[in-house]
């Protein structure tokens, strides 16, 4: 199923999205900053006034998300075969994983744990076989971080921190990346009202800022002429880890894996942000179809690549 992309660089699937209510979304933003306006430039001196919906780092919370159940705290059942690093407490209950820690194998909680009576630091140092004073292996780096996580290998991890700073902090890019962009953007500015029908009379210690009383509030949402969700996998760096024919063909299965199921889903970002497909295409490579969700589940099904030391691996946060 993955045999296409084989001599390909990589896989670029676009997807146009529309709003399920109304015409009307809500883009990210943060206090101070508001929402992410750009001119996204058309030709020598032409401009299109456009905005960041949903960022690279969002969206790569959106796809790692995917292949997790939050209400059993462990990978959904298509991932269940594959090596993570799994943090408890000293209790034995469940805080948080290397699927779920934005540094995902660097995570904070993480690399401040003990693993197999060890610090994780050095556990660390130890699995991925990294020595002061000496050039990185990147091949043995790749083939550790796999038999950790090897989901890592597909969004990234940066060992940054000063307890490794003298084995050369490895780093490895996203070889999976989504952004969603809104093209041809017009503001939406209206208003609302907040309630107090018990007693709109405020006083001492009964405001606004202690929520009570009727408080008038702006919002400015937008619409647009077309509104894009890109994907890339760069297959070219999968490729370039040097691992067996099995496992690359695994990691190249899941990424698909991935963007299929995103795409197959409501993509309800916000509360004001409920978008769904209304067409999709392959830009690269020419003529290759995006499986099913269902086959590639199978496909990874079929790989077996268990680690001796069983999963998850498990670390304790004191």
């Known amino acids: 199923m993955t045999e296409e992309l084989n001599g390909k660089p990589r896989l670029i699937?676009?997807?146009?999205?529309?709003?399920?209510?109304?015409?009307?979304?809500?883009?990210?933003?943060?206090?101070?900053l508001g929402a992410a306006e750009f001119e996204r430039p058309l030709g020598d001196t032409a401009a299109q006034q456009s905005l960041l919906v949903e960022s690279v780092q969002s969206m790569a919370n959106h796809l790692e998300g995917i292949g997790w159940d939050m209400n059993e705290d462990r990978p959904v059942e298509v991932l269940s075969g594959l090596p993570y690093v799994e943090v408890r407490d000293t209790d034995g209950r469940f805080l948080t994983s290397s699927r779920l820690e934005p540094h995902r194998l660097a995570g904070a909680y993480i690399k401040t744990a003990t693993v197999e009576g060890k610090k994780a630091g050095e556990w660390m140092i130890e699995r991925l076989g990294v020595e002061k004073g000496k050039p990185l292996d990147w091949r043995s780096i790749y083939e550790a971080i796999f038999r950790l996580d090897p989901l890592c290998l597909l969004h990234g991890v940066f060992f940054s921190d000063p307890q490794w700073k003298d084995y050369g902090n490895p780093k490895i890019r996203r070889a999976l990346t989504a952004v969603i962009e809104a093209h041809d953007v017009r503001p939406v500015v209206y208003g609302g009202v907040k309630r107090d029908d018990v007693n709109p009379t405020v006083g001492e210690g009964r405001g606004a800022k202690e929520g009570f009383g009727f408080v008038p509030f702006g919002r400015t949402e937008y619409t647009a002429r077309e509104i894009q969700l890109i994907v890339t996998m760069d297959v070219e760096q999968i490729r370039g880890y040097g691992l067996p024919p099995a496992e690359t063909a695994l990691?190249?299965?899941?990424?698909?894996?991935?963007?299929?199921?995103?795409?197959?889903?409501?993509?309800?970002?916000?509360?004001?942000?409920?978008?769904?497909?209304?067409?999709?295409?392959?830009?690269?490579?020419e003529g290759f179809d995006l499986p099913s969700a269902e086959a590639l589940a199978e496909q990874i099904a079929r790989t077996d690549l268990r680690v001796d030391e069983g999963i998850p691996h498990k670390a304790i946060f004191k």
């Open 13 to 32: 699937v676009m997807a146009e999205l529309e709003p399920v209510t109304g015409s009307a979304f809500q883009p990210t933003g943060f206090p101070d």
């Open 251 to 285: 990691l190249e299965a899941i990424g698909l894996w991935e963007i299929r199921s995103l795409l197959d889903r409501p993509l309800r970002l916000r509360t004001a942000c409920d978008l769904e497909v209304r067409s999709l295409q392959v830009r690269q490579p």
